[in-house]
Structures are given as structure tokens and as C-alpha cells.
């Protein structure tokens, strides 16, 4: 008698505490049934499939190339307001308006005068005696030379002038950031490269595999990992005036949650990583736990990527984007492949979901774990 009421006690407390049973998170069917819950946070599932794959592969393929132009455009070598500038005169013959004592004598007995070095003024002119203020800003050594011998023309004897830049504070680009020593890197008549800049700021000060560069132009800026620059040679444009290089050490980092080898955080490096690659990283799937149809991807999504996988995707984005989950079957041999085009963005979180044979398996245990002191009392009474 009193075996069968510890029974009814047990079974009564295995069915009240059934839906409470232990988990490390919610099943495969409460995240796909979840995201309409008026009173919890709304979210979208997206099956992972092929146009899903190819929508999102856009996602990382920010490029400096595409943004700023092909390879980027070698520029002329342009004078700007604040630089010095050097300025040489010749005249053909003594006795003209620079054949002074001042003068040095040439080959030939012509004379040559070095006018003093000059900023360019904020007018964006230098002054020249007898020719008086020469447009300088915005023009190339070449083109103040020949505007000077224009203005001297029928004052000096058949003048000839020579301009170079002594120091460019215009043409100029500024390294910031990771940088070993970061600071301002002029610009050369051969063009400057994004990594000739780099090294000439000493290279990076971090590890290279977690530094993305950051190039900001005008009031456009597009980010790229660093070893991408330095394996595609389209990625390495020419920098411009006023061009702004910042290299940032960001190790990307994702979540492993669920029934996984391990529930940790995991770095990987900027260069990305898709998810067959995480899921590997933190042993794989449990064998007795994880339930291979239910692998998803939490993460808030782009706005504008979001509505396109679904036109039922909130319309009011958190600070970090739309709230979306991508689901994968990996018991489906087309999941694996789908697996290995998936990349797994920064702050993504990863979660398998248990299997139903192993909400059993723990029934099971807790009914073990109940029925265990009656077991104990039984033996006891047997040997007395």
C-alpha cells in the first residue's frame, strides 16, 4: 500500500514538474512559434536556403575599390594653401631684372635669383616680384611656372622659372589608429599607396588578422580587413589629399549557446568565418543532446537586409539592427553545404536546440532521481 501511494506522489510530481524539466534554452519549435508572442521581443525566422545565401553574401563585401573608384586614381601633384614653395628665376642675358649681385652666375653668363621660400597664402597665392600674386592653390608646379614666366614676360629677359614644393602641408594623409606611430604622411609625385602609407607610419601594432583599415574620404568611409588589402592588389588604392587611414583592432566574436561541445565565446579573425568553421570551433554538435534541424543564428540584422528577406521583419530596428534568426537543417545534406556559405557575423550568437529524445532522456533521470529515496527506504526494510 504504501509503495503504490509513493507511486501516485511520484507520478504526481513528474506531470506537475514535466514543464519545468532543465534545459539550456528554448526548443527548436518554441523559437519558430516565439517571435509573434505580443508581450516578448519581435523577431523574424528565415530559413537559410540559397537566395538567402546569395542576399546576404553582399553583406560582407564592403570594398574599397567599389567605393572609392577602380584601384583608385593616381592624382597630379597639386600645390596647396600652406605649403612652401621654392621659386628660381633665369634670365637669357646680364642686365635684366634679376641680373643683380644677388644673382648666380650660370653657364653662359646668364643670371639666376632664388626668391625666397613662401607659404601659400590663405588667398591660395605666392607673390613674385615684378609679377606680383601668382595663383598657386589648386595647380601644379608646372602650371605656377608658366603662369610666372607669363607675368615676366616683356620685363625680364626671356625669364625662365623653376617651382618645387619644399614642404607639402596640403597633400597629406593622416594614420591613425593601430598604427605603430601614428601621424601625417605626405603625398609623392608617384602616388601613394594605402599600405606605402601604412608602412611608412611603422606598420600595425596589433596582430594583422584582427586589424580592419578604415578609409574615410570626404563623407564616405568603407572598412576592410587588412589582410584582404594585402592579398588583392585592387583593395590597395591610392590615397588622396586629406584622405583619413584608421587602423582598427577588432577581433570579431560570436556565442556559442545550447547543445554544443562548449557554451563560450569565441574570437575569430576579421577575415570572417562561416558557420560550419564556429560550429567546429566549439566541438560540434552533442551527440546525445543537439537536435541537427534545429541550428540557429541569432542576430540583429541591417534594416535594409532584413526587409528584403522578409517583408514582415519589424519595422523598428534596436540600436543594433532587426531582430532575426537563421534557421539550418544539418540533417539535410544540402544543410552542410548551406553551412559552409553561411558566415557568421560580429556579436552573432549560435544556438542548437535540444533534440526530443533528449527531453526524455531527462524525464527518465528525473524520475530516477525521485523514485531514489523509496528505493533506498525498500532496501533498508529488507534488511531488517
Known sequence: MRRIAATCVLVALV???????????????GIVGG???????????????????????GRFKS??????????????E?????????????????????????????????????????????????????????????RTPIEVKTSIEAALAGKAIE???????????????????????????????RGLRLLDAVAASGGVAAPVEEVTVELVRGGTTARVPLTRIISEPNENVYLRPDDVVALLQQPQLFTAFGATGANTQVKFPVTGITLDEAIARVGGLQDFRADPAGVFVFRYEQPAIARQLSPDAAQQGLQGGIPVVYRLDLKDPSGLFRAQRFEVADGDLVYVANANLNELQKFIALIGTINQPFLLAQRFESRL
Do not use: H
Not at 159 to 188: C, F, H, I, K, Y
Open 15 to 29: 506531470v506537475a514538474g514535466c514543464s519545468q524539466l532543465p534545459g539550456a534554452g528554448p526548443s527548436a519549435a
Open 35 to 57: 517571435g509573434d508572442e505580443p508581450a516578448g521581443l519581435a523577431y523574424t525566422v528565415v530559413d537559410v536556403n540559397e537566395p538567402v545565401l546569395d542576399l546576404l553574401a
Open 63 to 76: 570594398s574599397l575599390a567599389g567605393t572609392f573608384g577602380p584601384n583608385g586614381a593616381r592624382i597630379a
Open 78 to 138: 597639386t600645390i596647396g594653401i600652406g605649403d612652401e614653395v621654392d621659386v628660381t628665376i633665369w634670365e637669357a642675358a646680364n642686365g635684366g631684372l634679376f641680373s643683380s649681385s644677388a644673382g648666380q652666375l650660370v653657364g653662359g653668363g646668364s643670371k639666376s635669383t632664388q626668391i625666397p621660400t613662401q607659404p601659400v597664402g590663405s588667398t591660395g597665392t605666392i607673390s613674385i616680384p615684378y609679377a606680383g600674386s601668382v595663383q598657386a592653390a589648386g
Open 159 to 189: 625669364p625662365q622659372a623653376l617651382v618645387t614644393v619644399r614642404r607639402a602641408a596640403s597633400n597629406r594623409v593622416t594614420v591613425m589608429g593601430d598604427a605603430a606611430r601614428g601621424g601625417v604622411v605626405p603625398l609623392t609625385v
